[in-house]
């Protein structure tokens, strides 16, 4: 295989290091800090003398161990005024695509990933890569199927009850196992506290804050210590119309505009035309309502609606989180219990009024020459001239077909919530083995998350009938499965007596003269009413509710992992060693509400499965068939610390995994070589293996929303696992400069590299879309791009398709490198101290090799460093280059601390998003940098620490980026200014 040879060569090498008379072992650094009191080496991400990256209480170094460690410790994260999860990982120069804010288009699936959530994606390489530990230990991951694999959720952890963090910033697979091919975080919590501390903060910024309330107390139980920790944190909604950088205007920017709006646009076919792909090219006019209303008129082609007043660059959310553990020994045996609990929920999700159909020529939105709603337009209007020029005779009796949505301009949004909790249990023991060197761990931990999201959706066929008249819950008229017809339905026998708009009946109206005011901020409506507006034309509220309906998916996953090892020491101060197993199990699964359940509602009328397409009864959004899976993984490992002479260290780890259909056994090698009393060098070396998850193998069909360009518009997105992909392959390596001398002045460098094999991602959608769209490769792509009618031949236009089928797959190969460096110290200077320290990382490239399909090149080698890849499911948006720098003044009681943050610039990279609505070039994102002040008092003889944080000084706006919210928001912060108060009080 592609990694065989090196793993061939590391494996010599580590086979050399044993053949020097010491037995091979390993360290699993999934441990406590306690847990190798004799050994040479202590564990590199929980002991080792760490990097500072972000504050001056960090300033030890990792010089005895050839690792790049970050750490951040609680005094760090005081002097940065208690950063969120969020702002931590978005600043933290290792990390790329963090998201928290604005995330529900995350991955086009916003069905999965609520807004409570938070990751850290070290290297960019996918936040599934970087192993999330809490004590040592795994944690489970986020319940909702994802492509590029779920993760951990950070937000769960509370923050008063974490010590530090420290952070792995290069591939660990063979140290920790498939999951830690990026790196690993882990989060260490104060499981020595005593006394009571209460931690209150206030985070303001314009139209919205952050609150939080925490408080932790430990003490003596017995012989033992127990420690309890609980806080509160709620966040305020900050909507898009609050930012005037977000709410932009139509054409100079297109982003946040659909094409498809209400008021919309109908289309007059020649007489009694039905064939979607001709209905497409049919005379049509915009509504006249379109501009006062807020809509912006395209010709006669469209009214484009602006959907972002019902999005949210912040949601408002609540987090209650809380943690225990009990700490204690009998006899020579220590043993550590630990409890987590999160509820985390977003109580007003609100979204956009209504969504687009999918497809908007097959008869659904027809409007009969009965209407009221037309009639009334008639008569006013008997013949009409579009904006093309061509005057219409509107007196005909064919009938109109509707190119909208069911409500835009007039609001209001549609609120729904979302909710998820988190449990954790975890246990150990760890002693001494007799009189020997030996000593054991054991380990046990189990997790689990449970969430429920929610998605408004409208039904196809209720739709149907309010366009007919036949609208409501007690109307008697129903609808019968017709595959002849486009849209699969007919009307269902009409009782006798029972009459269009009558009655228990109702019209939907989707002309402008049914709304009386728009929602629309600034439109000429908004205070005045619209002079055409009838009330007797205006469809009900009622009536639109009982069109709507409400999917609801309820995701769990939890993790297993027992683990037990055996570390003791060879030789006092030249060796020790460690050796274990682990076994881990991963159970997931997913169970929609009735609505959303594709096994029982597959079709267009609720419980028929009669139908081609089985993409459920909305015609926007889609649910989920249930499932349950699992995994279970079993590991074997052995790790050697070997100090052969004062200058030299070296450790060397084994990591067999195997999966029960793949096993892999990855070696890696690390030395640190002390060149002179201020200089020394370190690298690592290793190969890695991940192998499918649950969710990639999972061949249950997931249908999605996407834009794609060709047809300017939201299209459906099929996608499912397969069985039989590869494993996940790759050679990594590290190599540093260290420089240190008596002062505390340090500099360090690192140049990292990653080289994949087979990395599991999905086939672009816009990958085949533009394939589709080229006549020389459409006949490679057309299986998999969906025409009016289902047809997947060919025959329609690009502009016409209206679902793309993908599918999981392993990719040839992607490799990136880069330079992370440290320069810091720390001064005396009159009565205090000045500490000032430069971080950043720059990423030399990220190079994603050629894909093919069916013969032909659809995905180019492409380079995804300095671009935002939001059609690349391989690499979240990747800066080059970033920088964070920092000088503080300690004194007395008081600290100042100044810090800059510094993003460059990178670019859209995709004609679609390139390109504003009138030419314009928004190819370029500009750099982003802040300024932050941070201010701390330690209150004498109260045991109170007042810190004051000033963020973003000069109140700079996040680059636009040419999509959704005009923001970046996987990199960017959108808060703007803000002032955060914090006063912490302990007692002690």
């Known amino acids: 295989m592609y990694t065989s040879n090196r793993r061939s060569i590391v494996l010599m090498v580590f086979g050399w290091l044993c053949l020097a008379g010491m037995p091979c072992s390993t360290v699993l650094a999934d441990q406590q800090e306690d847990a190798l009191p004799d050994s040479l080496f202590l564990l590199p991400v929980l002991e080792a003398e760490a990097i500072v990256v972000t504050g001056t209480a960090v300033r030890e170094s990792p010089i005895e161990l050839p690792y790049a460690v970050a750490r951040i410790d609680r005094a760090s994260l005081a002097e940065q005024g208690s950063p969120s999860m969020v702002d931590l990982f978005k600043n933290l120069s290792a990390s790329s695509g963090v998201i928290g804010e604005a995330n529900s288009w995350y991955n086009a699936q916003s069905g999965d990933i609520p807004e409570t959530v938070a990751n850290i994606n070290l290297r960019g390489l996918g936040a599934s890569r970087s192993l999330v530990l809490l004590n040592g230990r795994r944690q489970t991951y986020v319940p909702g199927r994802l492509v590029g694999g779920r993760f951990v959720d950070v937000?769960?952890?509370?923050?008063?009850?974490?010590?530090?963090?420290?952070?792995?910033?290069?591939?660990?697979?063979?140290?920790?196992?498939?999951?830690?091919?990026?790196?690993?975080?882990?989060?260490?919590?104060?499981?020595?506290?005593?006394?009571?501390?209460?931690?209150?903060?206030?985070?303001?910024?314009?139209?919205?804050?952050?609150?939080?309330?925490?408080?932790i107390w430990g003490g003596k139980v017995g012989d033992s210590n127990l420690v309890i920790s609980l806080e509160h944190k709620r966040r305020g909604n900050l909507r898009a119309e609050e930012r005037d950088w977000a709410l932009r205007p139509f054409p100079n920017y297109g982003w946040g505009w659909s094409w498809y709006g209400n008021p919309g646009?109908?289309?007059?076919?020649?007489?009694?035309?039905?064939?979607?792909?001709?209905?497409?090219?049919?005379?049509?006019?915009?509504?006249?309502?379109?501009?006062?209303?807020?809509?912006?008129?395209?010709?006669?082609?469209?009214?484009?609606?602006?959907?972002?007043?019902?999005?949210?660059?912040?949601?408002?959310?609540?987090?209650?989180?809380?943690?225990?553990?009990?700490?204690?020994?009998?006899?020579?045996?220590?043993?550590?219990l630990e409890a987590l609990y999160h509820d985390a929920r977003v109580p007003e999700w609100e979204t956009t009024p209504s969504f687009p159909p999918i497809a908007f020529y097959d008869g659904v939105q027809q409007v009969r020459a009965d209407h009221p709603g037309r009639v009334a337009f008639v008569e006013q209007n008997p013949t009409y001239t579009n904006s093309d020029g061509v005057t219409l005779d509107l007196t005909g009796d064919q009938p109109w077909y509707f190119f909208g949505r069911l409500v835009g301009n007039a609001g209001p949004?549609?609120?729904?919530?979302?909710?998820?909790?988190?449990?954790?249990?975890?246990?150990?023991?760890?002693?001494?083995?007799?009189?020997?060197?030996?000593?054991?761990?054991?380990?046990?931990?189990?997790?689990?998350?449970?969430?429920?999201?929610?998605?408004?959706?409208?039904?196809?066929?209720?739709?149907?009938?309010?366009?007919?008249?036949?609208?409501g819950p007690n109307c008697?008229?129903?609808?019968?499965?017709?595959?002849?017809?486009?849209?699969?339905?007919?009307?269902?026998?009409?009782?006798?007596?029972?009459?269009?708009?009558?009655?228990?009946?109702s019209y939907f109206n989707p002309f402008s003269n049914g709304i009386q005011f728009s929602a629309q901020p600034d439109a000429p409506y908004t205070d005045s009413a619209n002079p055409n507006y009838r009330a007797d034309l205006a469809h009900s509220a009622e009536?639109?509710?009982?069109?709507?309906?409400?999917?609801?998916?309820?995701?769990?996953?939890?993790?297993?992992?027992?683990?037990?090892?055996?570390?003791?020491v060879i030789k006092e101060g030249v060796a020790s060693y460690a050796t274990g197993y682990q076994l881990r199990r991963v159970d997931v699964s997913a169970v929609p509400n009735a609505p959303g359940d594709l096994s029982q509602n597959p079709c267009r009328i609720p419980g028929d499965r009669s139908c081609a397409?089985?993409?459920?009864?909305?015609?926007?959004?889609?649910?989920?068939?249930?499932?349950?899976?699992?995994?279970?993984?079993?590991?074997?490992?052995?790790?050697?610390?070997?100090?052969?002479?004062?200058?030299?260290?070296?450790?060397?780890?084994?990591?067999?995994?195997?999966y029960g259909f793949a096993n892999s056994l990855d070696p890696k090698i690390s030395l640190r070589a002390q060149v002179s009393d201020f200089l020394a060098l370190r690298g690592t070396v290793q190969t890695t293996f991940r192998t499918p998850s649950v969710d990639d193998l999972n061949t249950d069909v997931v249908i999605y929303t996407d834009y794609v360009g060709p047809t300017g518009a939201w299209k459906a997105i099929e996608n499912r696992g397969v069985e039989d992909l590869e494993p996940e392959e790759a050679l990594t390596y590290n190599l540093g400069v260290i420089?240190?001398?008596?002062?505390?002045?340090?500099?360090?460098?690192?140049?990292?590299?990653?080289?994949?094999?087979?990395?599991?991602?999905?086939?672009?959608?816009?990958?085949?879309?533009a394939a589709y769209v080229d006549p020389s490769t459409r006949a490679a792509v057309q299986d998999r791009i969906?025409?009016?009618?289902?047809?997947?031949?060919?025959?329609?236009?690009?502009?016409?398709?209206?679902?793309?089928?993908?599918?999981?797959?392993?990719?040839?190969?992607?490799?990136?490198?880069?330079?992370?460096?440290?320069?810091?110290?720390?001064?005396?200077?009159?009565?205090?101290?000045?500490?000032?320290?430069?971080?950043?990382?720059?990423?030399?490239?990220?190079?994603?090799?050629?894909?093919?399909?069916?013969?032909?090149?659809?995905?180019?080698?492409?380079?995804?460093?300095?671009?935002?890849?939001?059609?690349?499911?391989?690499?979240?948006?990747?800066?080059?280059?970033?920088?964070?720098?920092?000088?503080?003044?300690?004194w007395s009681d008081y600290s100042a601390i100044a810090r800059t943050h510094y993003i460059s610039s990178y670019e859209n990279g995709d004609y679609w998003f390139d390109t504003g609505p009138s030419g314009e070039d928004w190819t370029q994102i500009d750099p982003f940098l802040t300024f932050d002040m941070n201010f701390q008092w330690r209150i004498p003889d109260t045991g109170a620490v007042a810190t004051l944080s000033l963020f973003n000084l000069t109140g700079a706006a996040p680059p636009y980026v040419n999509q959704e919210l005009a923001f970046d928001a996987l990199t960017h912060d959108p808060k703007g200014r803000r002032i955060k108060l914090g006063v912490t009080y302990s007692f002690r």
């Open 155 to 215: 937000n769960a952890f509370p923050s008063i009850s974490i010590e530090r963090m420290d952070i792995l910033k290069e591939g660990a697979g063979a140290v920790y196992g498939s999951d830690a091919i990026a790196g690993v975080a882990n989060f260490i919590t104060r499981g020595s506290f005593e006394g009571f501390e209460l931690d209150v903060s206030y985070d303001y910024f314009d139209a919205g804050g952050d609150a939080m309330l925490g408080g």
């Open 265 to 336: 646009a109908f289309i007059i076919p020649d007489g009694l035309q039905t064939d979607e792909s001709i209905l497409a090219g049919e005379p049509r006019f915009v509504d006249p309502g379109c501009t006062g209303l807020g809509g912006y008129q395209v010709g006669a082609s469209t009214c484009r609606f602006r959907y972002q007043p019902w999005d949210s660059i912040i949601e408002k959310l609540q987090h209650t989180r809380g943690f225990a553990e009990l700490n204690g020994s009998f006899g020579e045996t220590d043993y550590h």
């Open 413 to 471: 949004g549609r609120v729904q919530s979302r909710e998820s909790r988190t449990r954790r249990l975890a246990g150990s023991l760890t002693g001494p083995i007799g009189e020997s060197s030996l000593s054991y761990d054991l380990g046990i931990s189990y997790s689990d998350t449970k969430g429920t999201v929610r998605q408004p959706a409208e039904y196809a066929y209720r739709k149907f009938l309010a366009f007919r008249g036949f609208g």
């Open 476 to 505: 008697g008229v129903g609808v019968v499965p017709d595959p002849s017809a486009p849209s699969g339905l007919a009307l269902g026998p009409i009782p006798s007596g029972v009459t269009p708009g009558t009655g228990n009946c």
């Open 543 to 568: 009536l639109i509710d009982w069109i709507n309906e409400r999917v609801a998916t309820t995701s769990e996953a939890s993790l297993l992992s027992m683990e037990a090892i055996l570390n003791g």
């Open 613 to 658: 397409i089985q993409t459920g009864s909305f015609t926007f959004t889609s649910g989920i068939h249930p499932y349950e899976a699992n995994q279970t993984t079993h590991a074997v490992f052995a790790e050697l610390a070997l100090k052969p002479s004062d200058w030299l260290d070296s450790q060397a780890a084994l990591h067999f995994e195997d």
């Open 739 to 769: 420089i240190e001398n008596d002062t505390g002045f340090e500099v360090t460098v690192d140049y990292w590299n990653f080289d994949f094999n087979n990395p599991i991602g999905v086939i672009p959608h816009s990958a085949l879309a």
């Open 786 to 890: 969906y025409c009016p009618g289902n047809r997947n031949d060919g025959s329609c236009a690009p502009g016409d398709m209206e679902r793309i089928r993908i599918n999981h797959i392993n990719w040839p190969g992607l490799k990136t490198s880069g330079i992370d460096w440290h320069i810091g110290g720390r001064h005396v200077v009159g009565s205090g101290a000045v500490d000032a320290h430069l971080d950043g990382s720059y990423t030399l490239d990220y190079t994603i090799e050629p894909l093919m399909h069916n013969g032909v090149e659809i995905v180019a080698e492409n380079e995804a460093v300095g671009f935002l890849n939001l059609t690349n499911p391989l690499a979240p948006p990747l800066p080059p280059l970033r920088l964070n720098a920092t000088v503080g003044y300690h």
